[in-house]
């Protein structure tokens, strides 16, 4: 499916801390390439959270973290919030598929 | 502020064009500062690239839709556009234009459109 691998769901309660996980290879993050994250809330557009592996997009707030090691990469949330639920997304870039821009396949974040 | 405008049909028949357009205020496509993209998203399903544009009209695209996919721009018009031909049941999808954080492959999609349904049925 995507060549990005994401889990499908992580939940966690108000004012906890979770972690979404990106996996590639060696021809996409592992191959150095940046590693972007997005957030989508039901029925809207993705938002640039994370970008460069680590920067916050502007007017992200900081519990929103990112970190990339070998060929994963991770959002972090913490101080988690009831507007937090929505799905995540990764993207990166794979040197082996012509330009191709990739996408995780998402993590749905429930806030319990 | 930034405003990525989509327009477009968003009910076709298989075998149809579809035909997207966006249109960007608050920036300059011919500026050169950005690369434009479009993106879509089956109901329910993850994100696709879809292709990408320089205001010069220089463009490439997914492998798998590289022979139905024409991506165009109108810097008069401040303007860029998808035209996907054939289309089938499988294109339907929310599409979605976006532009590239910088001028510099690869790199984040920093602003996005509102996304148009496209659905394609007989």
């Known amino acids: 499916q995507f060549v990005l691998t994401q889990p499908p769901s992580v939940s966690g309660a108000p004012g906890q801390r979770v972690t979404i996980s990106c996996t590639g290879s060696s021809s996409n993050i592992g191959g150095g390439y940046d590693v972007h994250w997005y957030q989508q809330l039901p029925g809207k557009a993705p938002k640039l959270l994370i970008y460069?592996?680590?920067n916050r997009a502007s007017g992200v707030p900081d519990r929103f973290s990112g970190s990339k090691s070998g060929t994963s990469a991770s959002l972090a949330i913490t101080g988690l919030q009831a507007e937090d639920e929505a799905d995540y997304y990764c993207q990166s870039y794979d040197s082996s598929l012509s330009g191709s821009v990739l996408f995780g396949g998402g993590t749905k974040l429930t806030v319990l | 502020q930034l405003l990525l405008q989509q327009s477009g049909p968003g009910l076709l028949k298989p075998s149809e064009t579809l035909s997207l357009t966006c249109t960007v205020s608050g920036d300059s496509i011919s500026s050169g500062y950005h690369y434009w993209v479009w993106i879509r998203q089956p109901p329910g399903k993850g994100l696709e690239w879809i292709g990408t544009i320089y205001y010069t009209g220089s463009s490439y695209s997914i492998p798998s839709l590289k022979s139905r996919v024409s991506i165009s721009v109108d810097t008069s018009k401040n303007q860029f556009s998808l035209r996907l031909s054939s289309v089938t049941a499988a294109d339907t999808a929310i599409y979605f234009c976006?532009?590239?954080?910088?001028?510099?492959?690869?790199?984040?999609?920093?602003?996005w459109g509102q996304g148009t349904l496209v659905t394609v049925s007989s």
């Open positions: 460069g592996d680590s």
């Open positions: 976006a532009r590239l954080r910088s001028a510099a492959l690869p790199d984040a999609f920093d602003s």
